[in-house]
């Protein structure tokens, strides 16, 4: 294993991470940003409204991600799968 092969590979699991966890980061940093535009216009300084909404939010966009997600994880883990092979042949 050369070291631009793992290089490769570290470029790859970094490449997956952010699509993995990046839509999720998304909805959680519009649904906070759009929280806190409507607690600066209401003046409401509750905490629990912050927390609540995200959270569900965020459950709800992980349900409906996880599909995309699980298949970004597997391609990756069947590429290094598909490596190892090769170099053990």
């Known amino acids: ?5 793992v290089v490769e590979i570290g470029k790859n699991a970094i490449f997956t ?16 940003l ?3 535009l409507f607690q600066t216009l209401t003046q409401i300084q ?3 409204l912050v927390f609540v909404p995200k959270i569900l939010v965020v459950f709800i966009s992980l349900i409906f991600f996880l599909p995309f997600m ?12 598909d490596r190892m092979i090769a170099l053990g042949a």
């Open 1 to 5: 294993m050369t070291e631009i092969m």
């Open 17 to 32: 991470l952010l699509l993995v966890v990046g839509p999720l980061l998304l909805v959680a940093m519009i649904i906070g």
């Open 34 to 36: 759009l929280i806190s």
């Open 46 to 48: 509750e905490m629990t």
């Open 70 to 81: 699980i298949e970004q994880l597997r391609t990756f883990t069947n590429g290094l799968f």
